[in-house]
């Protein structure tokens, strides 16, 4: 299925997905979990001006700002982007206003191909303080109605997540999903909502009863940017994101 | 990117389109459009039982119906449908109850991609009619807000759409297209809500401002079942789609 | 209070309670505990088409295709319908599409009408499968805000209703019924969600709060159709339910 | 159909129509347009305390603490009882308060029956100003859905029913509900906003489309109240109408 | 910063605290917590025909009764008004009718002022009875969203917080704010429901986490009008407030 | 009346004024219509980083990021912030992550209070552009209730506020706001929402029909922050704000 892109058609389509935080180690971990019939490109915040992970709005200014200023000189060498962090991250809205490329943000895309699963689609979450962030952009997304099972915290911090034995880890997390989020909050979908627990589909499928599903929003995030690219879909340019 | 499908890694994955009316050649115009990278199969419902088109719930149910006496007993020879009816038609929800496989509803598909591309998405229909049936329809689904610039009818009526001179249904088309999604409706995205519009794209868009977004809903659906095919995605059997 | 019905001034007006699902013996039970000052008619639905009980969207199709097929061209014989399947069935709307007599739903009649005796009509239903499948066709009518005591699974399946002793089953309903709905949940109306309940409202309203109020879904249908035969009201044949 | 209330089952029921305001004409063109096969009373607020129209809070207020302090003492003597203001009138939570018997408001009887019979319900009113009051009573609801064709002013004041020619007044009202409620709003189902209306369905009716249904508020909220009566239906007591 | 009224700029600016009920009792206690640069006056509703606390609509209605009809020939006077019950109290509405200064609802401003300082606002109330007449007045000021963890009731009476000995009262309030309200809740502000908890807003806050955000809402209430005063905002007269 | 402020009594309480982007000509015209009683101080985005003026997201994150460098190691020194930008400007969530005073946004503080003086609140906004950025943002604040009459472009560029003849700007706004926000969109209440269109409330207000109030939202933000912190209060820290 060949890409008919209209800028070039010599030119073989390639996707960027941004790592908005300035650790690569999280760059090579979404590296390496996907593959895709375009030229993958991978990018990471400069760590001289975005934060080494996001944990709130200013997180998300200061990196959004450290991404923009490097790449909207060059979005026009990518034909779809993805923003990998599991938020409604404020570059996703910037990149659609500087490129006609499609812009995919993983929470969108996951909750969206959740929803088309199951009808409780729930998320699993590291720290408390990601409960109302995520609640708040949903929202704001108008897709509160597509997360009825809603957003449960492990308690787990980020670091957490590579610093404590892998076995407490995993036994943290099937807790939240199987004890809250299936049990009490009955989703029959489950997305791991948070980059460190890329990797553990299986192990958290398997804590549940046989039959839920349990989705990595990166995984769907490029899904749905390829899609949009194979379409030739383009970023509308006469409403929201109109150049200015 | 090989699909690893849990039944029998040797088969070429498959996908089917299903058209549930009895007309054949809405199939056809359909299967022209359309290309993968998978096994297409395409399915039009049963002429002694499923009507010609669609025109509302009584049509639903018997297409519904006309096509679950046929399908229900195959439906493990498929790894992911597409319903090629731009309504909230019940068959979706059927096949999500009889197969493990992704089920994708044209109609959820490309509004969930058109609000990735735009703020304010409209729909272009047919008879006046169908203006409430899409409304309740997308009440339904939870999507109203990614409908923010309504529904249009054309006044057109499907047949109209084959028998009058292409050249003016063209101009109704776009008539309602520019002057009253766009203009008064202020819609950056259109979403063509009736097959029989399928290759009107590119004459709607040049119509309107340059960079509105014109989307055919049968492509949108095709790409994201491919997607959910790819990703390994399957329906959740522990909620609503469990068996009974 | 003598009805004036368009038609034929000197019959009686006629009134048919669908069962749309194929058991006999729920359709027995609903007659015998019903009477109007018109007359009533009880329709079962075919049993080489339909299911005998509804458990899904799938058997929602059947059952309504079924259905649909015996009494399209005889619906001009009744002044009113009422669908005794307590969910969203389609039949409601397709009926709405043939006739221009009232067609009541039980589930939005009783949902209507508890909402003016409390504000927390709370919903008994047998198994889980039917808490999203509620949930969801709820939503769909636009009636949310009036079940904001939600639902609640009482785990029995329609058949324990019948072949457990009576003694236990209801124990087990007064038990969610009390513990649930009323006390978690604060319900201050409980609407009794599943035909193979009638008959328990009193034991059900014993076990709970003096003063709460239990309703029999299939009676607020009936009455409610009763009013609007007495009205002389019609469906509308200029939007939605216009002839096609 | 005998009713079966359990304080005195020999008495015949009684029902109680409340015009809220001071003006007695109002409640006599009421009481000729119904009747029921139970006892109906008919009670106008003394004018010494309530206004002789309803025009906003401040007279809903007045005419509400005049109608309880001559009622409280009474309430018993009816088994259901109608408050025949089209407006979120706060008489109705009142009496569901001191009352076991059901309490009918005809505002949401009309809007629940409405949308039983079409999918676009609109209410004609008279003065501009209750367009907002009615937006913000019906949201107060919970039934913004069930409106969704919105209310449209006429411009003729209460006053102007009364004594402006008949055939002006019917001009000015069918111009407002062909033109308005039903071209621009796409209404299938009409409710005439105003008890100044009453009598004028046909008339109004004849001016719009043939099938669209026009409802008498005052004429809904009678049958539904009496749907309640004949079901033994009481106001619970366990939740905001408990005792204080 | 001199006020500038439109009415007669020599004149102090003047604030009327209305306590809708007959209590002297609460009028005081708020009276001795209130100070502002303006002239305030404090008004209780006369004990012959104003119930000494509300309970419900009926007191509402009643209440509201008593005071417009002692208020409406003076309302002039004023330059804004403080309507002291935590509720949806009818009386804002019908002065807001009668007068051009700006009127404020001591429930409105604390949710509003509350919501500017965290995401998950709660509130506090004593009877069970408050938690859906508070969640009815909360929707129908379209804030539901502004009181996403809920109302929790205490238990308490509204004489118990008077009458039972002081640490008593104080455990049992903290125990519904901490445990209910901040932890399972998730609540970050809590507002005291009640104007008998006026003075308790630093016991309740040391029982919560450090930094929890407790709110006195006659305070809020205050501040909000006098704020609206300084602007010189008036209440609109062309729309739901239009004079009649 | 004192303020009492936690960390230092003896200082007078100060509050900054940021307007986040790099135009000093628009912060001194906002400087030279506020006043307090407590210490103003006025801040500029530095023109190396920030944009001269908001026009998107793109802008906004920029603007926000050249704050924060700045600002953030001295939150500290102020009592209280007003964010001086009409949209949901994300420096509003960053300040109040970083700081315990309270952080308003003026958009937010304007719909408030106009909601409390009217039913239909609608915003002037310049470009179209605006329309749909003001849209989601509102509709993210949980406040698209409180905008019910919408937001309606002038069409001018904020550079033609400046640029054009006085008088064909004072023509373009009023018409938008007498024409289409007043007369088609029923709106009571109009809010200037541009910074360039400060000192024109009286001239618009004229050319509404007398009564309709018109109001400047950075005068809001003012007096909204006053009002927070005469009461002391504080973002809470427990919640979405909690330090990281």
Redesign the interface.
Known sequence: ?PFILSHDPARRPRLLVINPNATEAFTESIRNTL???VELDFYTAPAAHAPPCI????????S???C?VEL?AHVDKWDGFVVACFSGH??V??LR??S?A????IL??SL??G??????VGILTTS??W???L??DI??M?LS??N?AGIVSSGLAVLDLEELPRSSVIKVLCTAAADVL?DRR????IILGCAGMVGLEAAIADS??????V?DPV??GL??C???M??G??????????P?
């Open positions: 299925m593959n895709a019939d944990e709130g709005v200013t997180d998300m200014i200061l959004a700002a450290a923009l909207r404020p570059l809205q910037a206003e500087l006609t499609p812009v995919v943000s969108e895309a969206l191909m929803s088309s699963l199951g009808s409780r408390p303080r409960e109302p962030l609640e708040r929202a704001a108008g109605k597509k009825s299936q009955g989703a029959d979908v549940c009863q046989l039959g839920l599903v989705l995984r769907c899904e749905l390829l899609s949009l194979r379409m879909a383009k970023t509308s340019k006469v409403g929201i994101y109109a200015a």
